[in-house]
């Protein structure tokens, strides 16, 4: 059974780090790219990063780019995302998520719970 | 690529046909997921590549589209379809999500 576990949520004051991890299991975690997506109290999905299966192509959306992250250790079949400078707008459930990705597609079949970031002084 | 869903949210009874669309910014080609998301769990692909039945979701989903106009319909609304739907687009390495639509009753 694929599972993804993340962890390391709390709550930080503006400026300060946080780095989230989530622990994968059930599926050969080395072969496939992953993924952050985050999602702000009441508020609609943002994919916020991926790293692809060998850490070879590694993408942000714009507003995290130069503060979050992400990186991998295959050995440990684990993922992480490093935040920096945290801002307010950061607080959301962050979810790891496992993509599909096929030789003419992709998408995020398998997703973790969620671990809480808040960002309040 | 800006995704734009709509409606935003719409009221709807059990065995209607509902029907959400998701306009990309740019053409997508069929780089489209949709993704149903109840309260307080984490989503859940139903489609890919458009009109591709993700393992173990029921057929009165189903996807249609390309380019720059994709629909998600349900043919029959069950009561445990009521929740957020989002569309996201695969098609640059950046993806992006739409707004989501909150189907309620």
């Known amino acids: 059974e694929v599972q993804l576990v993340e962890s390391g949520g709390g709550l930080v004051k503006p400026g300060e780090s946080l780095r989230l991890s989530c622990a994968a299991s059930?599926?050969?975690?080395?072969?496939?790219?992953m993924n952050w997506v985050r999602q702000a109290p009441g508020k609609g999905l943002e994919w916020v990063s991926s790293?692809?299966?060998?850490?070879?192509?590694?993408y942000y959306t714009q507003s995290v780019k130069g503060r979050f992250t992400i990186s991998r250790d295959n050995a440990k079949n684990s993922l992480y995302l490093q935040m920096n400078s945290l801002r307010a707008e950061d607080t959301a459930v962050y979810y790891c998520a496992r993509d599909f990705q096929t030789y003419d597609t992709s998408g995020l079949d398998y997703w973790g719970q969620g671990t809480l970031v808040t960002v309040s002084s | 690529i800006q995704m734009t869903q709509s409606p935003s949210s719409l009221s709807a009874s059990v065995g209607d046909r509902v029907t959400i669309t998701c306009r990309p910014s740019q053409s997508i080609r069929t780089y489209l997921n949709w993704y149903q998301q109840k309260p307080g769990k984490a989503p859940k692909l139903l489609i890919y590549a458009a009109s591709s039945l993700q393992s173990g979701v029921p057929s009165r989903f189903s996807g249609t589209g390309s380019g720059t106009d994709f629909t998600l319909t349900i043919s029959s609304l069950q009561p445990e379809d009521f929740a957020t739907y989002y569309c996201?687009?695969?098609?640059?390495?950046?993806?992006?999500f739409g707004q989501g639509t909150k189907v309620e009753i």
């Open positions: 059930g599926f050969t975690f080395s072969s496939y790219s």
């Open positions: 790293v692809s299966s060998t850490s070879t192509y590694i």
């Open positions: 996201q687009q695969s098609y640059s390495p950046r993806w992006t």
